[in-house]
């Protein structure tokens, strides 16, 4: 069924080298796009558990690493295979 493989997928992300619940694709930064984009994929998940960005380019990370300081989550940048992605755990702190 739909459920359990979903579930599956999660526990295969979970049980990786550096454990999230969710994947992100960000591209490009196009004002305010990518910011609403985080935000969105952040509010599909809860509060500790993390989010893996993977970008188009390293101005999408550096734009999303203040973004995700300005809220008050917490950010990972991490080379995996030659390419840097951003893993950013969700804080309860409610900061806009």
Same mark, same amino acid.
């Given at each position: 069924?739909?459920?359990?493989?979903?579930?599956?997928?999660?526990?295969?992300?979970?049980?990786?080298?550096?454990?999230?619940?969710?994947?992100?694709?960000?591209?490009?930064?196009?004002? +305010?796009?990518?910011?609403?984009?985080?935000?969105?994929?952040?509010? !599909?998940? !809860?509060?500790? !558990?993390?989010?893996?960005?993977? +970008?188009?380019?390293?101005?999408?990370?550096?734009?999303?690493?203040?973004?995700?300081?300005?809220?008050?989550?917490?950010?990972?940048?991490?080379?995996?295979?030659?390419?840097? !992605?951003?893993?950013?755990?969700?804080?309860?702190?409610?900061?806009?």
């Amino acid at each position: 069924s739909y459920n359990k493989r979903l579930h599956e997928k999660k526990l295969i992300m979970m049980n990786s080298t550096y454990p999230h619940v969710r994947i992100a694709h960000i591209k490009h930064v196009v004002c +305010p796009l990518h910011i609403l984009a985080l935000k969105k994929e952040l509010d !599909e998940i !809860e509060v500790f !558990e993390t989010l893996r960005v993977i +970008p188009g380019d390293l101005s999408v990370i550096a734009e999303l690493t203040a973004t995700c300081h300005s809220l008050g989550h917490q950010s990972q940048i991490i080379d995996n295979a030659g390419q840097q !992605e951003l893993y950013v755990t969700k804080s309860n702190r409610t900061t806009t």
